[in-house]
């Protein structure tokens, strides 16, 4: 059988395609699986009548204390976040006013921002508003921006406030 005869290189080779697949694949899980692979070709290096149980122990065993300690160690380490909303667009939204794209129908309605138009709900207890109507965002559920009625007050010198 194939696995009786496992050399130490057969472990650093599948380290090495470990590693050259972390560099084509986003994030670093592989990375860990590949530094488990060495110490695993380590220790048959070292100890060469080791058998294939104790070898998947030692593999196993590695790739989850690299991992763990890794997570741990870039968690401990990395300072908070200079772009805090990135993946969370519509949060950047909340407190804006936007003009409705049409009127609002069973709570919900459309509003038109940059080149996108976004899905909105009316906050509990709002009342259906008519297109044109100027709304703004109170929260984000998911994609979809939750609005309440807004009234521009006018400006100290008579023009109307514009919404942003």
Do not use: C
């Amino acid at each position: 059988m194939f696995f009786d005869d496992l050399a130490f290189w057969h472990w650093f080779a599948l380290a090495a395609v470990f590693i050259v697949i972390e560099i084509f694949v986003p994030g670093i899980a592989f990375l860990w699986l590949g530094i488990a692979g060495l110490v695993t070709g380590g220790f048959l290096f070292f100890f060469p009548s080791m058998g294939i149980e104790i070898q998947g122990i030692i593999f196993a065993v590695v790739a989850v204390i690299t991992t763990v300690a890794a997570r741990v160690l870039i968690r401990r380490t990395s300072g908070p976040s200079d772009r805090p909303g990135l993946n969370q667009r519509g949060h950047s939204h909340v407190g804006s006013v936007y003009i409705l794209v049409g009127d609002t129908k069973n709570g919900h309605g459309k509003v038109h921002i940059g080149d996108t138009v976004w899905s909105v709900e009316l906050s509990p207890g709002a009342v259906e508003i008519p297109a044109g109507s100027s709304v703004r965002v109170v929260d984000v559920k998911g994609a979809t921006l939750v609005v309440e009625p807004f009234a521009a007050a006018p400006a100290p010198n008579g023009s109307e406030a514009v919404p942003h």
